[in-house]
């Protein structure tokens, strides 16, 4: 009897025609993060394995952060049919339950018994030699599912749940806006939740803006890396355009305008990386840049779709997720970003796009994104557990 982990796709198994597509990518994902360890993934007859000679609990830790998942279970392969109901019961010694209910399904149509019957024996057999138990059909302590296959039966009993949505990289990749916010990692989960791998950018500000700044989003990137497989981060030094615009620009525009800058650099590194849209953390009415009119003054100097997750969250279900997908205690660690650093008093909030293009012409902002794409930095963020000192050991 092998010890195995069983995974189940949920919203996958609706991918019809090119299910294999999305098979091949979850299983390379699997491979990708659990390549330190010594398993075997195998697709099999409609499902899923993971043989593993490595600590199981360690894999199942890191399953539980992979996309396309619905849910997985540690299954039991038995291959010898005689020796079904032995290690039934063996099994069963570990379990603590006061009502049971078997569950079969019979792949292996040459079986002569319908599932149903098979259920009754096997729950006859378990009755007879585990004492002050009983059989509750509804809401049973246990459930022990059994599947007979060509040329194995599969045992299983409780699901771990996973992460549902989509193998990340089957639906092409985006350029996620990463500040060290709340807002923008939570956003980037859930557009790597769809399958779309993400790269990353990040404005900075040196040196009104500081390291502290840049390690916190570091840190945000390699949360994101876990379920991403890995990041790039590119690094942008906004310093000369956010001080053109600082000197020349009236102040009520500063955020807007700033914004326009920052969405057409990433646009043209999206373009540059292949990402066929833009993620941010904009949420509607959350501060004067994010109202609909400021929406769309921003958004017109772009061609690329902008795509904002959170644009209908709460702050406060957005801060949930942040906790759940453990950023929280890092974006809110009180470096300042380039934003928050040259807010105005009186920001704009339903600003005119005239407006916007007459200011412009006060900076010569082409060649300053010219320059700053050219110099900026991009940073690769493995998956991997590091400790802080382990490219120096
Ligand atoms: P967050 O929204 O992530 O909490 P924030 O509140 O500082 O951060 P906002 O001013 O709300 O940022 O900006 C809206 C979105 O613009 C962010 O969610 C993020 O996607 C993007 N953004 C803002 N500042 C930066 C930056 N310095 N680098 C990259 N993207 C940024
Ligand atoms: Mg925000």
Same mark, same amino acid.
């Given at each position: 009897?092998?010890?195995?982990?069983?995974?189940?796709?949920?919203?996958?198994?609706?991918?019809?025609?090119?299910?294999?597509?999305?098979?091949?990518?979850?299983?390379?994902?699997?491979?990708?993060?659990?390549?330190?360890?010594?398993?075997?993934?195998?697709?099999?007859?409609?499902?899923?394995?993971?043989?593993?000679?490595?600590?199981?609990?360690?894999?199942?830790?890191?399953?539980?952060?992979?996309?396309?998942?619905?849910?997985?279970?540690?299954?039991?392969?038995?291959?010898?049919?005689?020796?079904?109901?032995?290690?039934?019961?063996?099994?069963?010694?570990?379990?603590?339950?006061?009502?049971?209910?078997?569950?079969?399904?019979?792949?292996?149509?040459?079986?002569?018994?319908?599932?149903?019957?098979?259920?009754?024996?096997?729950?006859?057999?378990?009755?007879?030699?585990?004492?002050?138990?009983?059989?509750?059909?509804?809401?049973?302590?246990?459930?022990?599912?059994?599947?007979?296959?060509?040329?194995?039966?599969?045992?299983?009993?409780?699901?771990?749940?996973?992460?549902?949505?989509?193998?990340?990289?089957?639906?092409?990749?985006?350029?996620?806006?990463?500040?060290?916010?709340?807002?923008?990692?939570?956003?980037?989960?859930?557009?790597?939740?769809?399958?779309?791998?993400?790269?990353?950018?990040?404005?900075?500000?040196?040196?009104?803006?500081?390291?502290?700044?840049?390690?916190?989003?570091?840190?945000?990137?390699?949360?994101?890396?876990?379920?991403?497989?890995?990041?790039?981060?590119?690094?942008?030094?906004?310093?000369?355009?956010?001080?053109?615009?600082?000197?020349?620009?009236?102040?009520?525009?500063?955020?807007?305008?700033?914004?326009?800058?920052?969405?057409?650099?990433?646009?043209?590194?999206?373009?540059?990386?292949?990402?066929?849209?833009?993620?941010?953390?904009?949420?509607?009415?959350?501060?004067?840049?994010?109202?609909?009119?400021?929406?769309?003054? @921003?958004?017109?100097?772009? *061609?690329?779709?902008? %795509?904002?997750?959170?644009?209908?969250? &709460? #702050?406060?279900?957005?801060? /949930? =997720?942040?906790?759940?997908?453990?950023?929280?205690?890092?974006?809110?660690?009180?470096?300042?970003?380039?934003?928050?650093?040259?807010?105005?008093?009186?920001?704009?909030?339903?600003?005119?796009?005239?407006?916007?293009?007459?200011?412009?012409?006060?900076?010569?902002?082409?060649?300053? @994104?010219?320059?700053?794409? *050219?110099?900026?930095? %991009?940073?690769?963020?493995?998956?991997? &557990? #590091?400790?802080?000192?382990? /490219? =120096?050991?």
């Amino acid at each position: 009897m092998e010890k195995v982990i069983l995974i189940k796709y949920g919203e996958l198994s609706t991918k019809k025609d090119n299910i294999n597509f999305f098979l091949t990518k979850l299983k390379d994902n699997l491979l990708n993060i659990l390549k330190d360890l010594d398993v075997n993934i195998v697709y099999d007859l409609g499902r899923m394995f993971i043989y593993t000679n490595s600590d199981i609990n360690k894999v199942i830790d890191r399953v539980k952060n992979v996309f396309g998942i619905h849910e997985f279970n540690i299954a039991y392969i038995i291959d010898n049919k005689e020796d079904l109901n032995t290690y039934i019961l063996e099994l069963l010694k570990e379990k603590e339950f006061k009502t049971f209910k078997v569950e079969s399904k019979r792949s292996n149509k040459k079986i002569p018994k319908t599932s149903i019957e098979l259920s009754r024996d096997l729950g006859a057999l378990i009755l007879k030699n585990i004492p002050n138990i009983k059989v509750d059909v509804h809401n049973p302590d246990l459930l022990i599912n059994v599947e007979y296959r060509l040329n194995n039966i599969l045992v299983y009993f409780e699901a771990i749940k996973g992460l549902g949505g989509y193998p990340v990289g089957t639906l092409g990749k985006g350029l996620l806006m990463l500040s060290g916010g709340i807002d923008s990692p939570v956003a980037g989960f859930l557009t790597i939740k769809r399958g779309v791998k993400l790269e990353a950018i990040y404005f900075e500000s040196p040196p009104h803006t500081s390291r502290e700044a840049k390690d916190k989003v570091k840190t945000l990137a390699q949360k994101l890396a876990l379920y991403n497989n890995e990041i790039n981060l590119h690094v942008i030094n906004f310093t000369e355009i956010q001080e053109a615009i600082y000197k020349n620009i009236p102040h009520e525009y500063l955020i807007t305008i700033m914004r326009r800058m920052m969405y057409r650099i990433s646009a043209i590194i999206a373009h540059n990386r292949n990402c066929k849209v833009i993620v941010n953390g904009e949420s509607i009415g959350q501060v004067a840049s994010q109202t609909l009119t400021s929406m769309m003054a @921003i958004n017109e100097v772009v *061609k690329i779709p902008v %795509i904002r997750p959170l644009a209908c969250f &709460d #702050k406060l279900d957005i801060i /949930d =997720l942040a906790k759940k997908i453990d950023t929280y205690e890092t974006s809110i660690l009180p470096y300042e970003d380039c934003c928050t650093i040259f807010v105005p008093k009186h920001p704009v909030i339903n600003p005119d796009k005239n407006k916007c293009a007459e200011y412009e012409k006060l900076i010569p902002y082409e060649e300053l @994104i010219y320059q700053a794409i *050219k110099n900026h930095e %991009i940073i690769k963020i493995s998956n991997e &557990d #590091k400790n802080e000192y382990s /490219d =120096l050991l």
